[in-house]
């Protein structure tokens, strides 16, 4: 009996053990916040569509692919505590792994920008090749305590037919945020995104003008 017992109590305390785990598991899981970066606001899609603006860029377009350090390739935001350490979020998560949470966004503003619905994500289909490739090359794009945004790419955009690099640049740039949650921290970096992606949307707009001037120029 004392064996039986004995038995009946260990059974017990492994499912006690089993129990407290889901319930730490699910509290841990519903504890998660899951944030995403998001595109240039209403006012720069209506800039965009003004009629006084420039007209739709007829090239297609393609976006990637995204490279990232190691210390970014990974679900939980990152926060910059000092030049040589980071932290990461215990709470907060991406969505999405965060190489395509960029790629999509920074589509999604070229869309705007550029006025086209030619803008296509890497890697794209054989017989759908983009006539230009921007890829890029993610060195910072993280806040820090206070929640600012700090952006650094180093970006190379191609001629796909020929495989030339046609301009290569390394962008800077901060963003405030307006306060240090995480919501605010990653609006700071979507700021910080859309502030790349208007610059870069000038030049691709210029190179893809000057290009199409120098074709009907050719005998």
Same mark, same amino acid.
């Given at each position: 009996?004392?064996? /039986?017992?004995?038995?009946? /109590?260990? %059974?017990?305390?492994?499912?006690?053990?089993?129990?407290?785990?889901?319930?730490?598991?699910?509290? #841990?899981?519903?504890?998660?916040?899951?944030?995403? &970066?998001?595109? &240039?606001?209403?006012?720069?899609?209506?800039?965009?569509?003004?009629?006084?603006?420039?007209?739709?860029?007829?090239?297609?377009?393609?976006?990637?692919?995204?490279? /990232?350090?190691?210390? %970014?390739? #990974?679900?939980? %935001?990152?926060?910059?505590?000092?030049?040589?350490?980071?932290?990461?979020?215990?709470?907060?998560?991406?969505?999405?792994?965060?190489?395509?949470?960029?790629?999509?966004?920074?589509?999604?503003?070229?869309?705007?920008?550029?006025?086209?619905?030619?803008?296509?994500?890497?890697?794209?289909?054989?017989?759908?090749?983009?006539?230009?490739?921007?890829?890029?090359?993610?060195?910072?794009? *993280?806040?820090?305590?206070?929640?600012?945004?700090? &952006?650094?790419?180093?970006?190379?955009?191609?001629?796909?037919?020929?495989?030339?690099?046609?301009?290569?640049? *390394?962008?800077?740039?901060?963003?405030?945020?307006?306060?240090?949650?995480?919501?605010?921290?990653?609006?700071?970096?979507?700021?910080?995104?859309?502030?790349?992606?208007?610059?870069?949307?000038?030049?691709?707009?210029?190179?893809?003008?000057?290009?199409?001037?120098?074709?009907?120029?050719?005998?």
């Amino acid at each position: 009996m004392r064996s /039986l017992s004995h038995r009946l /109590l260990a %059974l017990d305390l492994v499912w006690i053990w089993f129990a407290a785990c889901v319930h730490v598991g699910q509290q #841990q899981e519903q504890s998660w916040r899951l944030l995403t &970066l998001s595109p &240039l606001p209403e006012p720069a899609a209506q800039d965009a569509g003004d009629p006084s603006s420039p007209g739709p860029v007829q090239s297609a377009i393609g976006v990637g692919p995204i490279h /990232l350090p190691g210390y %970014l390739d #990974q679900d939980q %935001l990152v926060t910059r505590i000092s030049e040589n350490r980071v932290t990461l979020s215990e709470n907060d998560r991406w969505a999405e792994p965060l190489e395509g949470n960029i790629a999509k966004t920074l589509a999604h503003n070229l869309s705007i920008l550029l006025r086209t619905d030619r803008v296509i994500l890497h890697p794209w289909p054989a017989q759908q090749q983009p006539a230009y490739q921007l890829e890029i090359d993610v060195l910072r794009f *993280e806040t820090d305590t206070a929640g600012t945004a700090q &952006l650094v790419f180093r970006w190379f955009l191609r001629d796909v037919a020929s495989g030339q690099t046609i301009a290569h640049e *390394e962008a800077h740039l901060n963003a405030m945020a307006a306060g240090t949650s995480s919501e605010r921290s990653v609006a700071s970096l979507s700021k910080a995104l859309g502030d790349f992606s208007l610059g870069t949307a000038n030049l691709i707009r210029e190179i893809v003008q000057h290009d199409t001037t120098q074709s009907a120029l050719e005998p």
